[in-house]
């Protein structure tokens, strides 16, 4: 399904807060790692804090066609409201892992194509933290989105790694939009090496997607997300990228 038209990627898209983005895509309705808890502490081997409530709470959030879920184990990307919705949407995908400790999720390895609708779902690789790291941060994946007449869209998930992202444009070809989560994750467990894109690793990343619009998710609301939103937009603009870059703001709805 390589076809497309100068129709937007996204339509009535609206970023909740996180990594969360609802979207149209394929004449479906899409929803990435689904957060919507209140602000709270999260305890654990490591504890997360998170800082900022949804944009809109799940109750309004509408009917939604399938949730890509970049993995399970971490509550900055799966919260207890995030987890109570996925038993209200008929198709959930994400990592075998999550497949088996969650009921009704569809686990897909890496380069596995489903179908969902006339939507052709192909599951990416990603890696959170630095090589090695599957055994402290899990297994995670990302998504990429084609249909006839519509534009490639990659959502990356909670992946660190640019070689990654050029394997993937390597692989898949030419991708219009791409869902960054980026923010510069950091709990401390790799000392100073992030566990998701940073500003700088997302220029990177940028520039191997090309002329790919971004849009910016997974950059506020969480304690341990360690850079801001206006240093990214400066990174980007120093690297004569700022073109390429969109930052949602929360609760407003977009197309790309």
């Known amino acids: 399904m390589t076809e497309t ?3 937007p990627a996204l339509t009535a898209a609206l970023h909740i807060g996180g990594p969360t ?20 502490v999260y305890p654990g081997p490591i504890t997360l804090h998170k800082l900022s409530g949804p944009a809109i709470a799940v109750a309004e959030i509408g009917a939604i066609d399938a949730v890509l879920l970049s993995h399970d ?12 919705l996925l038993a209200e949407v008929d198709t959930v995908l994400s990592t075998p892992g999550a497949a088996s400790r969650i009921d009704g999720v569809r686990g897909l390895q890496p380069w596995e194509t489903v179908t969902v609708g006339a939507v052709e779902v192909t599951a990416v690789p990603a890696l959170h933290g630095p090589e090695g790291c599957e055994p402290f941060s899990g297994a995670v994946t990302g998504f990429v989105l084609r249909a006839t007449g519509e534009p490639t869209v990659y959502v990356s ?12 444009v390597e692989r898949i070809g030419r991708i219009d939009a791409a869902v960054l989560n980026i923010g510069g994750a950091n709990v401390g467990l790799f000392g100073d090496t992030d566990v998701t894109l940073n500003a700088r690793t997302a ?37 004569d990228r700022a073109h390429q870059l969109i930052v949602p703001v929360r609760g407003e709805t977009f197309s790309v």
Not at 73 to 84: C, I, M, S, V
Not at 226 to 235: G, N
Request: no cysteine.
């Open 203 to 239: 220029v990177a990343a940028a520039a191997a997607l090309g002329d790919a619009v971004i849009v910016a998710v997974h950059a506020e609301g969480w304690g341990h997300f360690s850079e801001s939103l206006d240093y990214l937009e400066r990174t980007f603009a120093y690297a």
């Open 21 to 40: 983005l609802r979207f149209r895509y394929g004449g479906l309705t899409w929803l990435t790692d689904p957060t919507f808890d209140e602000p709270g």
């Open 157 to 168: 998930g909670d992946n660190a790694s640019v070689a990654l992202v050029e394997q993937i």
């Open 5 to 7: 038209t100068t129709r």
């Open 73 to 84: 184990e971490h509550a900055d990307n799966l919260d207890n409201a995030g987890r109570a």
